[in-house]
C-alpha cells in the first residue's frame, strides 16, 4: 500500500467568462502549479496516479436534491449571459459550460480516494480537485461530505472523522451531518466574532450539533480582527520574502529563524517599516488546536476514516484567509492525524488562492502522506492570545460531550498534595521565563544534511539479531579498534558497561546515535541488557551533547533517574513518567505520573509531553521504556508514533533487551506504520487530572504551548 493521488486534467477546464472580482481568485491554475510542482519534486512518481471518474447522479444524491443535481447539469447547454445570471443567485460562485463536468470528475475523485483507501489498494491519498463544497463559496458539488456519506453507504462505517482546516467555516458539512453521531466534525475558520463570510451564527463554538448529534460538531473560530495587536508581547514585524506583501505577527523579542521569516538578532524585524496588520493565526496557533482540542476528541472518538477538507487559504499569503501559518505546518498536523484511523487518511483538495503557498502547501501534506519527515516550524511556538481564547470556548461548550474535557483546564490555587521527590511544596517558578527554544543558528552541522528519509535502524544485543528497516540502515558489522577505544572510554564512569554484552551493546547504541545525527538515518532503536539500561542512557545523553547537539529531549518511562550531575543549563528537557506525584523539579525537569486510563495518557500525551516538545524544539528526542515502564504495547507505540512529529522523526528509543516484541512494535512505528487503537475510552481520573493541571499551571508560564485558556486578565481585541 502507499499514497494515492487521484486528478484528472479536465477539471482545469471551468474557468470564469465575465468580470466578477468576488469569484477571479478561484482559477483553474490552482491546480496547475500545484501539479507542476509535484512533479518537479519527484512526488507525483512516487504516488500510486489514478485518474479521476465522474460521480454517478446517484452518488451525487447522497447529499444534494435531485433539483440541485439537475440545475447544475442544465449549465452545460446555457451561454455567458445565461451562466453569469444564474451565478448571481448563489453566494460567490460562478457556472462555466465544463461546469458540471468538472464537478463530477471532482466528486468522484474523493469517492474513489475513499475507495482505495478503505479496499487496501492504498494506506493514504489526497484528491487534487478544483470544485469545493452545494453552491456557494467557490462550491459545486460538497466532496468531502459526498466521500463520508459514501464510506458509511458503501462500507459500513460508523466512525469517520472530517478535520476541516479550509479558512471558510463548511457549513454545508455541518448541515448535513449535524445529527449523525458517526460523523464527527470539526471545523477551524476566519469568524471575527461573526464579521467573516458566511456570517452565520451557527459558525461559533457554541454551535454542537442537534438531536442525537450533539457535540458531534465542533467549531473552533478564529477571532483575531485586523489591526489589533496581541497585547502578550510587543509587536514585531514577520517579514514574508516569498508572500505579496509582508504581514505583522505579535512574538516574543528574540532571535527568530531564517525561511518564511526573517528576524535580526536584537529580535526587531528586517524590515521594520513594513509593519501589516495582523489578520491570522500561525503555526503555534494551529499545532495548540490540534494538542488541545481536535487530538483529544479524536482518539476518544477512535474513527474508523480521517477526511480532510484540505483548504489551504488557511496557510501564508493567502488573499482571502490572511493567515500566518506556514506550509510545514500542514505536514505537521499531517502527521499527527496519520496516527488515527490505522492511517487511513483521505485528504481533498479545497480552498487556496495564493498559487506558490498553495502549491507549497500540497507537497508538504503529500510528502508526509508518504511518509517523509516534516520539516522543522518556522517562527516562535507561542499560541496568541486570541488562539488560546477560542480553544478555551471550544472546550467548554463541548465539556458535556466529551469525557476528555469534564476535567477542570486550570486550578485556582495549589494542592499541597503535589510535591517534590524530597516532600516539599514547591515554590511557582519566576514570573519571567529563564528560556526561549533558540533557532538553529546558521552554520548548524546538525542542520547541515537534509532530511534523512523514513529509515530507521535497530540495535540489539546479539550481532546477528540486527534487523536493517531500509537499504541505508546501520550496518552490525564488527566494531573498528577505535570504536572499541571510544566505547570504552565512554563506558569507564559505568562499572555496570565495563564488559560483555553491555559493553557491546553500548558501541552500537553509539554508533546508531553517530548514524543519526550525521544524516545516515533519521532514528533508531535499540534494545540493551536491563542493568545497563540507565547508564547507557546517561552515555547516549552526554555523548549527544558532546557531539553538538543543542537540544535534547529526553521521555523516560520506568524507573529511571535523570543523572545527578547533568547541567540544568536548557540543553536537555528532562521528562520523567514514571512517579506517583507531579514535580516541576525546573523548568527543565518534570516527572508526571504514570496514567492508568486511556484517558489519563492521552491527556499526558497530548496534554504535556507533545506542548513541552513543540515548546521546546529538540534536535534529538530520546524516548526510554525502562524498568517497570507500565504501558502495554499500544500505548508505548502511539507515544513513540505522535514524538516522531515534534522530533521531525530524529528520535532514539531505547528498551530492555529483554521485550523484543516491543522493540519490533516500537520499530515499525519508527518506520511509519500506523499505531493500533488503544480500545475504548476510559476516563482519566479526578487525581491524575489534577496533577496534570498543577503541572500546568507551574510550568505554562515558560512553556507556552501547555496553554489551554488565555490569561483572565487581558481583555480580547474585538470582544
Given amino acids: 500500500m502507499g499514497t494515492a493521488l487521484v ?15 468576488e469569484c477571479a481568485i478561484e482559477t483553474p491554475e490552482r491546480l496547475a502549479v500545484a501539479m507542476e510542482l509535484l512533479r518537479q519534486r519527484g512526488l507525483e512518481q512516487r504516488c500510486l496516479q489514478l485518474a479521476a471518474r465522474e460521480a454517478s447522479e446517484a452518488e451525487l444524491g447522497l447529499v444534494h436534491s435531485p433539483e440541485y443535481v439537475a440545475l447544475v447539469r442544465g449549465t452545460e447547454a ?44 492504498a494506506q493514504n491519498g489526497l484528491a487534487l480537485v478544483s470544485q469545493r463544497a452545494a453552491a456557494n463559496g467557490f462550491c459545486v458539488f460538497n466532496n468531502v461530505a459526498l466521500a463520508a456519506e459514501h464510506a458509511k453507504q458503501r462500507h459500513g462505517l460508523r466512525r469517520i472523522l472530517v478535520v476541516d482546516w479550509d479558512i471558510h467555516h463548511g457549513q454545508g458539512t455541518q448541515y448535513i451531518f449535524e445529527d449523525d453521531p458517526r460523523v464527527l466534525y470539526f471545523s477551524w475558520h476566519r469568524y471575527e466574532h461573526g464579521r467573516f463570510w458566511p456570517y452565520l451564527r451557527e459558525s461559533d463554538a457554541d454551535a454542537v450539533g442537534r438531536g442525537h448529534g450533539r457535540g458531534f460538531t465542533v467549531n473552533l473560530p478564529w477571532n483575531q480582527v485586523p489591526w489589533a495587536p496581541d497585547p502578550h508581547y510587543p509587536q514585531t514585524s514577520l517579514l514574508c520574502s516569498s508572500w505579496p506583501r509582508p504581514v505583522a505577527r505579535a512574538v516574543p523579542p528574540g532571535p527568530g529563524p531564517t525561511g518564511w521569516g526573517a528576524f535580526g538578532p536584537d529580535g526587531q524585524c528586517l524590515a521594520p517599516d513594513s509593519l501589516w496588520p495582523q489578520v491570522g493565526m500561525g503555526n503555534a496557533d494551529y499545532v495548540a488546536a490540534f494538542l488541545h482540542v481536535l487530538l483529544p476528541l479524536a482518539f476518544e472518538f477512535d474513527p474508523e476514516l480521517v477526511l480532510v ?14 493567515m500566518q501559518a506556514t506550509p510545514e505546518c500542514f505536514a505537521h498536523l499531517t502527521q499527527l492525524l496519520l496516527a488515527l484511523a490505522g492511517g487511513r487518511v483521505c485528504a481533498v483538495l479545497e480552498g487556496g ?51 476528555s474535557f469534564q476535567h477542570p483546564a486550570t486550578v485556582p490555587m495549589l494542592s499541597p498534595s503535589y510535591s517534590s521527590s524530597e516532600g516539599r511544596l514547591l515554590p511557582l517558578l519566576p514570573a519571567e521565563p529563564v528560556y526561549k527554544a533558540a533557532a538553529p543558528s546558521c552554520p548548524d552541522p546538525l542542520h547541515a544534511h537534509p532530511l534523512a528519509p523514513v529509515c530507521p535502524a535497530v540495535v540489539l544485543t546479539a550481532p546477528d539479531a540486527a534487523v536493517h528497516l531500509c537499504p541505508r540502515g546501520i550496518r552490525q558489522k564488527g566494531a573498528a579498534p577505535w570504536e572499541e577505544a571510544e566505547a570504552e572510554a565512554w563506558a569507564r564512569p559505568h562499572e555496570v558497561l565495563a564488559q560483555g554484552e553491555a559493553l557491546a551493546a553500548l558501541r552500537k547504541v553509539l554508533r546508531l546515535v553517530d548514524g543519526i545525527l550525521d544524516g545516515q538515518v533519521n532514528s ?21 551533547l558532546f557531539l553538538g547537539v543543542q537540544r535534547l529531549l529526553c521521555v ?52 504535556l509531553v507533545l506542548p513541552l516538545a513543540y515548546g521546546f524544539q529538540p534536535d534529538l528526542l530520546v524516548v526510554v521504556l525502562g524498568p517497570v515502564h507500565g504501558l502495554q504495547d499500544p500505548y508505548a507505540a502511539l507515544l513513540v508514533t505522535l514524538l516522531r512529529v515534534p522530533a521531525r522523526g530524529r528520535i532514539l528509543a531505547l528498551v530492555e533487551e529483554s521485550k523484543p516484541q516491543l522493540a519490533g512494535i516500537l520499530a515499525r512505528m519508527l518506520h511509519g506504520e500506523a499505531p493500533p487503537s488503544l480500545g475504548p475510552f476510559s476516563k482519566a481520573s479526578s487525581e491524575f487530572a489534577q496533577a496534570l493541571v498543577y503541572l500546568r499551571g507551574q510550568l505554562e508560564l515558560h512553556w507556552k504551548m501547555l496553554q489551554v485558556a488565555a490569561p483572565p486578565s487581558v481583555a480580547s481585541p474585538g470582544s
Wanted: hydrophobic letters at 45%.
Fill in 524 to 544: 533508531g532503536i535499540a534494545a540493551t541488557p536491563a542493568p545497563a539500561l540507565s547508564a547507557t542512557l546517561d552515555v547516549t545523553i552526554r555523548r549527544s
Fill in 309 to 322: 477538507s484540505a483548504g489551504f487559504d488557511s496557510a501564508i499569503g493567502d488573499p482571502e484567509g490572511q
Fill in 78 to 121: 446555457l451561454g455567458v449571459g445565461a451562466l453569469q445570471e444564474l451565478s448571481a443567485q448563489f453566494d460567490a460562485v460562478y457556472f462555466h459550460p465544463s461546469t458540471y463536468h468538472c464537478a463530477r470528475l471532482a466528486a468522484g475523485a474523493a469517492l474513489q480516494l475513499v475507495d482505495a483507501v478503505l479496499t487496501g489498494a
Fill in 556 to 607: 523516560a518511562v520506568g524507573q529511571l533517574d535523570r543523572p545527578l550531575d547533568l547541567a540544568d543549563d536548557g540543553r536537555t528537557l528532562w521528562l520523567s513518567i514514571r512517579d506517583k506525584q507531579a514535580a516541576t523539579l525546573s523548568t527543565f525537569h518534570v516527572s508526571m505520573p504514570l496514567p492508568g486510563a486511556t484517558g489519563g495518557f492521552l491527556s499526558c500525551i497530548l496534554g
Fill in 7 to 21: 486528478y484528472h486534467e479536465d477539471m482545469t477546464a471551468a474557468r470564469l467568462l465575465w468580470d466578477d472580482p
Fill in 353 to 403: 488562492y495564493h498559487l506558490e503557498s498553495l502549491a507549497e502547501s500540497v507537497c508538504m501534506t503529500i510528502q508526509t502522506l508518504l511518509g517523509d519527515q516534516p520539516p522543522p516550524l518556522p517562527g516562535p511556538m507561542v499560541p496568541c492570545q486570541s488562539a488560546l481564547e477560542s480553544i478555551q470556548s471550544v472546550r467548554a461548550a463541548q465539556a458535556p460531550h466529551w469525557a
